[in-house]
């Protein structure tokens, strides 16, 4: 296990040095003048120095690149251009909210995928196994921003049920924060249910057709503790640590989500600083996405390899 | 989605020998979803191509007397908050949208397949470099990259389509890769070898027509993505710029009045749908041709 730890530590240096490489080539892209365009409209030298010198954008690219990931490995991340505020701080601050709203997504995912999964696995080839294919490609098929705006028209416009956007926070009134993040958390797990009840579908069937489920089905077990006992356990391994990688795409899908419900989050914060050209806010949200994402892909593995046993040696 | 496994193997018994290729589209034909989504594609590329001959009307020209207008014989989808009509800048708008999802699929191609290939052929220090990157680039979350990109690009549907097809690369590079890696050790690909020929050669004459099928499969399921994503982008404002339609930017527009105008909201997003899963179900069929055990 701890070989296997380190290797696959190891294996992260490469993939980060990449990965940081990605992100500081972002701002080469930039036509013209960086300096100039960061500033964005306020076209004061000042300022433009300023940026020349924080970026240093006089030194050759190596040298900028250095500068940065020093700063960055030190939780320095620049500043926001528009607000003056440091990065790390706004990401902090988003960060929560949208943690909250991948986790209810995500348990809507899993409770919706998982089901219908098995529920298809088991009953294959009956109406339900034929409903479960028919909403898994639809949900993989559905634009979230629009199933997104048709919520709000039905249960927000049409019905009057629930806001049609805004953000409670949790500690300050829970059931208002539930109804101002249940239909954001809704459209953004359903696409994670589909890919979930795909994949947990194929890995009971393939468990259903083992040989210790008939082993299992030999010995007179019921069916039921043969499909929840036996069949089940096995099926549900590689798809928990799917479920692991679901929740970066969640954090992905977060981005059209917050936009459409006005849920001041993650995806609200990169997309906002688009318009306002606050370019190391930018930078700041894609690095700190890609390390979340890393981190759970390294948890998943860490959760396949304790639970398989055959794996660990 | 059976209905074909049974008959598709009697004809492999009874059939005389025909090629894996032909097998593959008797067995793709067979199947109903797979051919509805080409139709609809299909109807889609000939509503992009011929736009200018069934719009009717010019899908920019705003009217300030039919601003927000009902559906109706006029205008059959109804007009927009400026008076243009819906149903001409849904068949324009379908220009964007393929376009967007051919091109960056394309993009994607032209870059991934001849880097997976060269790192499943040659291996070694070459093949670290471009898998590492490639895991660097899948790190990213696909929307949050490509938004990244489209901005750091500027916004355009050109510099849009870059973004997707860049995002999109990294999918291939890993598919070939692995592919490569599982037909490299096999008895045609030792023979092409053992006869005389240069590596380039072993790999584009021997390899890459065998490992074709993976890559439609997986290019008709990016297409798909590629368009909720290009869709995605247009309704940030990072895509197809207005007055130029698009069904991305068009819901963006709508979610502004789903109280007065719902159907602004409606059409685009039928559109969007009907779009991408007729690529879903055409990349699942050609999977189910190509790999046909029992699903």
Request: hydrophobic share 55%; net charge positive; aromatic share 8%.
């Amino acid at each position: 296990m701890l070989s296997f730890l380190t290797r696959r530590l190891l294996q992260l240096v490469p993939t980060l040095f990449f990965v940081s490489l990605i992100i500081f080539s972002l701002q080469q892209l930039l036509p013209g003048d960086p300096a100039l365009v960061m500033a964005g409209e306020e076209r004061d030298p000042e300022v433009i120095e300023q940026i020349r010198k924080q970026y240093r954008l006089d030194q050759p690219l190596p040298v900028q690149y250095v500068y940065w990931v020093k700063g960055v490995v030190s939780g320095d991340l620049g500043e926001s251009m528009r607000i003056k505020v440091k990065v790390l701080d706004l990401v902090t601050e988003k960060f929560p909210v949208t943690l909250q709203l991948a986790m209810m997504a995500m348990l809507i995912a899993l409770s919706i995928g998982i089901t219908a999964g098995v529920l298809a696995a088991v009953l294959k080839d009956s109406i339900w196994d034929y409903a479960a294919n028919v909403f898994a490609l639809w949900g993989r098929s559905t634009p979230t921003f629009w199933l997104g705006i048709m919520m709000i028209f039905l249960f927000s416009v049409e019905l009057g049920w629930l806001p049609a956007s805004g953000y409670v926070r949790a500690a300050d009134d829970f059931w208002g924060s539930m109804a101002s993040t249940i239909m954001p958390a809704f459209v953004l797990g359903n696409v994670g249910a589909a890919v979930l009840m795909r994949h947990t579908r194929g890995a009971m069937l393939d468990a259903l057709n083992s040989d210790y489920v008939r082993t299992a089905r030999a010995k007179g077990l019921f069916e039921r503790t043969v499909v929840l006992k036996h069949a089940m356990r096995n099926a549900l391994t590689p798809v928990i640590t799917l479920g692991a990688l679901e929740l970066g795409e969640l954090l992905s899908g977060a981005v059209l989500t917050e936009q459409i419900f006005s849920i001041p989050g993650f995806g609200k914060l990169i997309v906002d600083s688009v318009f306002n050209r606050d370019y190391a806010v930018v930078q700041g949200v894609v690095l700190v996405t890609a390390t979340v994402y890393i981190m759970l892909n390294l948890l998943a593995d860490v959760a396949y390899v304790l639970v398989n046993p055959r794996l660990r040696s | 989605m059976t209905d074909v496994a049974l008959p598709a193997l009697a004809d492999e018994v009874a059939g005389p020998a025909i090629s894996p290729a032909r097998r593959a589209l008797r067995r793709l034909v067979r199947r109903r979803g797979a051919m509805f989504g080409l139709a609809v594609i299909l109807l889609f590329a000939a509503l992009a191509i011929f736009a200018p001959l069934l719009a009717m009307q010019d899908p920019t020209a705003q009217s300030w007397t039919a601003v927000r207008k009902a559906p109706s014989a006029l205008h059959l989808f109804g007009t927009d908050d400026v008076g243009r009509d819906i149903f001409a800048r849904i068949i324009f708008g379908a220009r964007a949208s393929l376009l967007a999802g051919l091109i960056s699929v394309a993009i994607a191609l032209a870059i991934g397949v001849p880097l997976g290939l060269v790192a499943g052929y040659v291996g070694g220090f070459l093949d670290s470099v471009i898998s590492r990157m490639t895991d660097a680039m899948l790190a990213i979350p696909f929307l949050i990259l490509a938004v990244a990109l489209a901005a750091f690009l500027g916004p355009s549907l050109r510099n849009a389509m870059i973004a997707i097809g860049v995002t999109t690369t990294p999918i291939f590079v890993r598919l070939t890769r692995g592919q490569v890696m599982a037909v490299k050790t096999e008895d045609y690909v030792e023979a092409a070898r053992a006869v005389g020929n240069p590596p380039w050669r072993v790999v584009l004459v021997h390899i890459l027509p065998n490992i074709l099928p993976p890559l439609l499969v997986q290019a008709s399921l990016s297409i798909a993505a590629a368009i909720i994503a290009e869709a995605a982008l247009s309704f940030l404002g990072l895509g197809q710029q207005p007055p130029a339609p698009s069904w991305g930017s068009m819901l963006n527009a709508a979610q502004r009045f789903l109280v007065s105008a719902p159907w602004m909201a409606i059409w685009p997003g039928v559109a969007i749908f009907l779009t991408v899963l007729s690529f879903n179900l055409l990349g699942d069929g050609l999977r189910d041709a190509f790999d046909p055990r029992e699903r």
